[in-house]
């Protein structure tokens, strides 16, 4: 590498269950890391040779392994965890960052076997949601990763607390940050559909996240089902989907995979989200920066996005007739969009700007 860079290169290694998920939350931390003049490999599942074109476009590496599925043996859970380690002793590399409830002990063992200087544990696991036990659960998830790591990451504040609750996290470096942020350049205000066009809802959503496809597909079938001047689109990867009933809503315009969800942003007037899996979903950031107002859940990580009625909606988990409500609002009061699409680039721009959010993350490795 040039030595046009004033700190020496170091190469990074991201280990996660899968490289969909990397390029969804991980992609504005690849550029910043590549920017600085850091080599960077991803260590992730896929079958797709699209997903790591996208990743080479990224210019990051990407080396293959299948992940340990739920009940697997240990002797195979040995055998992934030597497979990892080989990956990232052959990379040489100087911090190794795992994510992922399913795999991030595991690579972090395999990270501190291959001789890696520095392990950053990323926690996007929505603690603060569901029971004691359940965080208790997932917080044991993390525990082997968490012990290992000098720098912890979280992204929202309620998963730090509840994580330190938990744990002991004595000596290790403790960053709260909202997600990866949102490139603001990339995702840029869009102009919102003609006015003559239905109020077009927008969700962009996992194949699996059942519940939340669910809750969409029902408001939609309502909203429709009054006769109001709306369309809904859902944007997902049918063919990744385990369950495909929930693919054929006729009340439901499907877009296939959000491969530019800039664009497809561009074409409607408010983003939905409503899945409570991720400690600051990038679809949420997305939605703003491009200036389009969102109804998202009133959980953390979620509803930091949101200042109510000023640029989106809060509704509480699994409550379809606030969900139904907060959605035909924007249709009772489509004039209050321009202020609301203002509204939602200005919290972007002000809240979630990559670089912004990046630079403790980045100092922190430094350190």
Request: proline share 5%; net charge neutral.
């Given at each position: 590498m040039s030595s046009t860079f004033s700190r020496p290169q170091k190469r990074i290694a991201i280990v996660a269950p899968s490289l969909a998920g990397v390029l969804r939350d991980r992609a504005n931390l690849i550029r910043a890391l590549k920017a600085r003049g850091d080599a960077v490999l991803v260590v992730a599942a896929s079958q797709l040779s699209g997903e790591v074109a996208?990743?080479?476009?990224?210019?990051?590496e990407h080396r293959n392994f299948e992940p340990k599925p739920p009940g697997l043996s240990i002797?195979?859970?040995?055998?992934?965890?030597?497979?990892?380690?080989?990956?990232?002793?052959?990379?040489?590399?100087?911090?190794?960052?795992?994510?992922?409830?399913?795999?991030?002990s595991l690579a972090a063992r395999a990270a501190r076997k291959a001789g890696a200087k520095e392990i950053v544990t990323i926690v996007s696991a929505e603690l603060g949601v569901g029971s004691v036990e359940e965080r208790r659960q997932m917080v044991t998830a993390f525990?082997?990763?968490?012990?290992?790591?000098?720098?912890?990451?979280?992204?929202?504040?309620?998963?730090?607390?509840?994580?330190?609750?938990?744990?002991k996290l004595k000596g290790?470096?403790?960053?709260?940050?909202?997600?990866?942020?949102?490139?603001?350049?990339?995702?840029?205000?869009?102009?919102?559909?003609?006015?003559?066009m239905p109020l077009t809802f927008l969700m962009i959503a996992n194949p699996d996240a059942r519940e939340a496809i669910e809750a969409y597909t029902e408001a939609a079938r309502a909203l429709t089902g009054r006769g109001l001047p709306v369309r809904c689109v859902l944007a997902t990867d049918r063919e990744a989907a385990q369950d495909t009933t929930l693919l054929t809503v006729e009340s439901i315009g499907f877009e296939g995979r959000a491969a530019d969800p800039a664009a497809l942003l561009g074409t409607?007037?408010?983003a939905v989200h409503l899945s409570a899996d991720d400690g600051s979903p990038a679809a949420l950031k997305q939605a703003l920066a491009a200036g389009r107002p969102v109804v998202t859940l009133d959980v953390p990580g979620c509803r930091e996005a949101v200042d109510e009625r000023v640029n989106g909606c809060l509704v509480p988990p699994g409550d379809s007739s606030a969900l139904l409500a907060a959605m035909e609002s924007f249709v009772s009061h489509r004039d209050l969009l321009p202020a609301e699409s203002r509204a939602a680039r200005i919290k972007a721009e002000r809240s979630f700007g990559a670089s912004a959010v990046l630079a403790p993350v980045l100092a922190a490795i430094d350190g």
């Amino acid at each position: 590498m040039s030595s046009t860079f004033s700190r020496p290169q170091k190469r990074i290694a991201i280990v996660a269950p899968s490289l969909a998920g990397v390029l969804r939350d991980r992609a504005n931390l690849i550029r910043a890391l590549k920017a600085r003049g850091d080599a960077v490999l991803v260590v992730a599942a896929s079958q797709l040779s699209g997903e790591v074109a996208a990743l080479h476009h990224l210019g990051a590496e990407h080396r293959n392994f299948e992940p340990k599925p739920p009940g697997l043996s240990i002797f195979a859970s040995r055998r992934v965890q030597q497979a990892i380690r080989e990956l990232i002793a052959a990379w040489q590399a100087d911090t190794t960052i795992v994510s992922g409830a399913a795999i991030a002990s595991l690579a972090a063992r395999a990270a501190r076997k291959a001789g890696a200087k520095e392990i950053v544990t990323i926690v996007s696991a929505e603690l603060g949601v569901g029971s004691v036990e359940e965080r208790r659960q997932m917080v044991t998830a993390f525990r082997g990763a968490l012990k290992l790591s000098q720098i912890v990451v979280c992204h929202n504040a309620e998963d730090a607390r509840v994580l330190t609750a938990l744990l002991k996290l004595k000596g290790k470096r403790l960053i709260v940050t909202p997600g990866d942020g949102v490139d603001l350049t990339t995702f840029a205000v869009a102009p919102m559909p003609a006015a003559d066009m239905p109020l077009t809802f927008l969700m962009i959503a996992n194949p699996d996240a059942r519940e939340a496809i669910e809750a969409y597909t029902e408001a939609a079938r309502a909203l429709t089902g009054r006769g109001l001047p709306v369309r809904c689109v859902l944007a997902t990867d049918r063919e990744a989907a385990q369950d495909t009933t929930l693919l054929t809503v006729e009340s439901i315009g499907f877009e296939g995979r959000a491969a530019d969800p800039a664009a497809l942003l561009g074409t409607v007037h408010v983003a939905v989200h409503l899945s409570a899996d991720d400690g600051s979903p990038a679809a949420l950031k997305q939605a703003l920066a491009a200036g389009r107002p969102v109804v998202t859940l009133d959980v953390p990580g979620c509803r930091e996005a949101v200042d109510e009625r000023v640029n989106g909606c809060l509704v509480p988990p699994g409550d379809s007739s606030a969900l139904l409500a907060a959605m035909e609002s924007f249709v009772s009061h489509r004039d209050l969009l321009p202020a609301e699409s203002r509204a939602a680039r200005i919290k972007a721009e002000r809240s979630f700007g990559a670089s912004a959010v990046l630079a403790p993350v980045l100092a922190a490795i430094d350190g």
